[in-house]
């Protein structure tokens, strides 16, 4: 039997709301109850749309509105349509200006604005991590840098400090044989950087991973002239992209995350 739903509503993104809310039911085992954020909401009319929907589905309402002339207006009506609703910010905000003896500002989404550069880097990392060693292609176009080359150039570490600068990096790995994804030569390809290395340095990074990994137990791994060919190969879809190249041989990762934004920024101001 479904779940009367509850409606989360905030005149920002919703977020808090729903980690409170989210939080709050974890205790609950085994209960799945709809949620729906309701968000970047500044206006009595948006409230009004908000309690005749919950009304029709028999729902509650969850709030973390900032602006007490919402808040209000939202609990008033709430109480007038029997609706069930629970205020998370206006009690907080209250013990708040007891304790400051200032006045709320009110201004909805203000903690998200002023840590905008913390969130940025969390954002970016979540993408990062979700796009690495070639997955979600399909969603390329979302990276602001994307990174391609073969196994153990260095494509996921360099891709991971660079989300820890801010970045979007999604990395594509290329191997001898098989057709990289077309997906890779749709996106701008001045965001696009391949990344190459010394032939002797890749062998040894392989075969340490041989060793202690147990992975690329094929002989042409760490083959020399299996290995020179499919650096020739990945230069050749550098070439066909029309990508930016960094070699990474003997780079501390900061030194190679330079250039490769430095790459990156010069094309995109050059829009070539």
Do not use: C
């Amino acid at each position: 039997m479904a779940k009367e739903p509850i409606y989360i509503v905030s005149g920002a993104r919703g977020t808090s709301g729903e980690r409170v809310l989210r939080t709050a039911l974890a205790q609950f085992e085994n209960e799945d109850v709809p949620i729906f954020i309701i968000g970047d909401v500044l206006e009595r009319s948006q409230i009004d749309e908000v309690v005749k929907e919950a009304l029709e589905n028999n729902g509650s309402i969850v709030h973390t509105l900032v602006n007490a002339d919402l808040r209000g207006y939202l609990t008033r009506l709430a109480q007038e349509k029997n609706i069930p609703s629970a205020d998370l910010m206006g009690p907080v905000l209250m013990l708040l200006k007891r304790i400051t003896q200032k006045e709320p500002i009110g201004k909805p989404g203000l903690y998200r604005e002023l840590r905008e550069e913390y969130f940025k880097k969390i954002e970016a990392i979540e993408y990062t991590v979700d796009h690495d060693d070639g997955r979600k292609v399909e969603e390329l176009d979302k990276a602001e840098i994307v990174l391609t080359g073969v196994s153990r150039v260095g494509k996921t570490p360099l891709s991971m400090y660079l989300s820890t600068l801010g970045w979007k990096v999604a990395n594509v790995p290329l191997m001898q044989g098989v057709t990289p994804p077309q997906k890779l030569f749709e996106v701008d390809h001045r965001r696009v950087v391949g990344l190459t290395i010394d032939p002797g340095q890749l062998i040894a990074y392989r075969t340490h991973r041989q060793e202690h990994l147990g992975a690329g137990r094929g002989a042409a791994y760490t083959n020399p002239k299996a290995l020179w060919e499919e650096l020739e190969y990945a230069n050749q879809i550098f070439r066909k992209g029309k990508f930016s190249v960094v070699n990474t041989t003997d780079k501390p990762i900061e030194e190679s995350a330079n250039e490769v934004l430095t790459h990156v920024m010069r094309r995109l101001t050059r829009k070539t």
